[in-house]
T-cell receptor, first 111, second 115 residues
Framework: EDKVVQSPLSLVVHEGDTVTLNCSYEVTNFRSLLWYKQEKKAPTFLFMLTSSGIEKKSGRLSSILDKKELSSILNITATQTGDSAIYLCAVEGQSSYKLIFGSGTRLLVRP | DTAVSQTPKYLVTQMGNDKSIKCEQNLGHDTMYWYKQDSKKFLKIMFSYNNKELIINETVPNRFSPKSPDKAHLNLHINSLELGDSAVYFC????FGAGDKDGYTFGSGTRLTVV
């Protein structure tokens, strides 16, 4: 059965810290891995990583895909209180018509 | 303009009732989805539709019946509601699967509480 596992489940840091969130997956015919940020409502898209694009960066956020290790990390540098959210990792496998989500990492950034 | 809109945002109802949640997207996407997010924030696919055709039914009880009158709408009807149906239900759409640079676009969710 396809599976996505995220760690840690929760994390508390102080503003300015750097954090690394982990995502590992077991899926049939991997196509892409996506990271989302969920605050109070809908998940919002951060990055998509595929075999042809294994590293993405946007401001203080960056993500790398390790296809050999079947995993990805999401880095956030110089964290701010506004980074507090649940970060979801999802993988598109054999079926293009669904995403398999991990349970998320709940990040709390304290002032 | 809201890209993926769901109504209602909140729904409180008694066990045994029947309720519907509506979803509309104005992005011109071909594919629409229903996801369920439980109290532990775990998002799980329920249904996928592509151009009004059911593609995925992820072993959801048949009390849940999706309907797609056209590719811009995907509604979810739930019969005989149970306590375990309490969750946040997210509608989403994508151009074709998730293989597009912007991935899925989610609606803001419908929080269903069954009492």
């Amino acid at each position: 059965e396809d599976k996505v596992v995220q760690s840690p489940l929760s994390l508390v840091v102080h503003e300015g810290d750097t954090v690394t969130l982990n995502c590992s997956y077991e899926v049939t015919n991997f196509r892409s891995l996506l990271w989302y940020k969920q605050e109070k409502k809908a998940p919002t898209f951060l990055f998509m990583l595929t075999s042809s694009g294994i590293e993405k960066k946007s401001g203080r956020l960056s993500s790398i895909l390790d296809k050999k290790e079947l995993s990805s990390i999401l880095n956030i540098t110089a964290t701010q209180t506004g980074d507090s959210a649940i970060y979801l990792c999802a993988v598109e496998g054999q079926s293009s018509y669904k995403l398999i989500f991990g349970s998320g990492t709940r990040l709390l950034v304290r002032p | 303009d809201t890209a993926v809109s769901q109504t209602p945002k909140y729904l409180v109802t008694q066990m045994g009732n029947d309720k519907s949640i509506k979803c509309e997207q104005n992005l011109g996407h071909d594919t629409m989805y229903w996801y369920k997010q439980d109290s532990k924030k775990f998002l799980k696919i329920m249904f996928s539709y592509n151009n009004k055709e059911l593609i995925i039914n992820e072993t959801v009880p048949n009390r849940f019946s999706p309907k797609s009158p056209d590719k811009a709408h995907l509604n979810l009807h739930i019969n005989s509601l149970e306590l375990g149906d309490s969750a946040v239900y997210f509608c989403a759409s994508s151009p074709f699967g998730a293989g597009d640079k912007d991935g899925y676009t989610f609606g803001s969710g419908t929080r269903l509480t069954v009492v």
